[in-house]
């Protein structure tokens, strides 16, 4: 009983389990020589697959760009992207002016209608707009084109503002002429006291007319100004398109580089 105890509990190793000196269990018929041929050939065939790879990693570094340029792309993409914030930031700082000036521009109308009226725009000569500002548009804020400039002396109370202005009275006879008779020289006062308010309605024209030569001089002034920054404003725009383009293709490089690196 003891004995088969201990038989049982130590069993007899395998012979199929068991290896020879190489580790590799062998075949019926099969001498030590084939298996290492077979070895061989296996560690053959690991070396070619392993010197093939170290060929595609030779090539692969071969073409890869310098470390320079590396670091040149990822400065120049620094770069880029800080000039891509600056033009951004500079649209909404020209955009944010065009408003205001959008905001002015109705201002003045409503004050040139209070004080021209609704034809202010026939009265001062100024067509109406064409439309609405575009950013690379070239015209102005009233939609009109300048041929030449206002002078200060230009006759503007006489054409432009002729609808304001009412027919002067004929002069009257001076009151001294020497004639004694009462009724006469209270016609005389009478004439005079007309005489005297259409002077004073005709300096109230000309300080009108004086006044809405300013505001259209002020309109004028701004529709150029307008047009410079458009002007600024679309050549910020093309920068920014182009400071765009550069910045996607240098980042369709970069990616790129850092794999090969």
Same mark, same amino acid.
């Given at each position: 009983? *003891?004995?088969?105890?201990?038989?049982? +509990?130590?069993?007899?190793?395998?012979?199929?389990? !068991?290896?020879?000196?190489?580790?590799?269990?062998?075949?019926?018929?099969?001498?030590?020589? @084939?298996?290492?041929?077979?070895? #061989?050939?296996?560690?053959?065939?690991?070396? %070619?697959?392993?010197?093939?790879?170290?060929?595609?990693?030779?090539?692969?570094?071969?073409?890869?760009?310098?470390?320079?340029?590396?670091? %040149? #792309?990822?400065?120049?993409?620094?770069?880029?992207?800080?000039?891509?914030?600056?033009?951004?930031?500079?649209?909404? *700082?020209?955009?944010?002016? #065009?408003?205001?000036?959008?905001?002015?521009?109705?201002?003045?109308?409503?004050?040139?209608?209070?004080?021209?009226? %609704? +034809?202010?725009?026939?009265?001062?000569?100024?067509?109406? !707009?064409?439309?609405?500002?575009?950013?690379?548009?070239?015209?102005?804020?009233?939609?009109?084109? *300048?041929?030449?400039?206002?002078?200060?002396?230009?006759?503007?109370?006489?054409?432009? /503002?002729?609808? /304001?202005?009412?027919?002067? !009275?004929?002069?009257?006879?001076?009151?001294?002429?020497? +004639?004694?008779?009462?009724?006469?020289?209270?016609? @005389?006062?009478?004439?005079? +006291?007309?005489?005297? @308010?259409?002077?004073?309605?005709?300096?109230?024209?000309?300080?009108?007319?004086?006044?809405?030569?300013?505001?259209?001089?002020?309109? #004028?002034?701004?529709?150029? =100004?307008?047009? $410079? =920054?458009?002007?600024?404003?679309?050549?910020?725009?093309?920068?920014?398109?182009?400071? $765009?383009?550069?910045?996607?293709?240098?980042?369709?490089?970069?990616?790129?580089?850092? @794999?090969?690196?």
């Amino acid at each position: 009983m *003891r004995r088969a105890q201990s038989v049982r +509990n130590y069993p007899r190793q395998s012979l199929a389990l !068991a290896s020879d000196d190489l580790g590799v269990l062998r075949e019926p018929g099969e001498s030590d020589e @084939d298996v290492l041929r077979k070895q #061989l050939l296996e560690r053959d065939r690991e070396v %070619e697959r392993l010197a093939t790879q170290v060929q595609q990693l030779q090539t692969m570094l071969l073409e890869r760009p310098p470390i320079e340029h590396i670091q %040149e #792309l990822k400065k120049e993409h620094k770069n880029l992207e800080l000039l891509l914030q600056g033009t951004q930031r500079e649209n909404e *700082r020209c955009m944010a002016d #065009l408003d205001r000036a959008k905001t002015r521009e109705k201002l003045l109308e409503r004050k040139l209608c209070e004080l021209a009226g %609704e +034809n202010w725009q026939s009265s001062l000569d100024i067509p109406p !707009a064409a439309g609405t500002i575009g950013i690379g548009s070239r015209s102005g804020i009233l939609g009109h084109q *300048r041929s030449a400039t206002i002078s200060s002396g230009s006759p503007l109370h006489t054409s432009t /503002f002729s609808g /304001f202005h009412h027919p002067r !009275a004929p002069p009257s006879p001076s009151p001294f002429r020497g +004639n004694a008779n009462p009724t006469q020289s209270q016609t @005389d006062d009478q004439s005079g +006291n007309r005489s005297i @308010d259409a002077d004073v309605q005709h300096q109230k024209q000309q300080a009108m007319a004086a006044k809405l030569e300013q505001i259209k001089l002020l309109v #004028l002034g701004m529709d150029q =100004r307008l047009q $410079t =920054r458009q002007e600024t404003l679309a050549k910020t725009v093309e920068k920014a398109e182009n400071a $765009t383009k550069k910045f996607e293709t240098v980042r369709k490089e970069l990616p790129v580089a850092i @794999d090969v690196n």
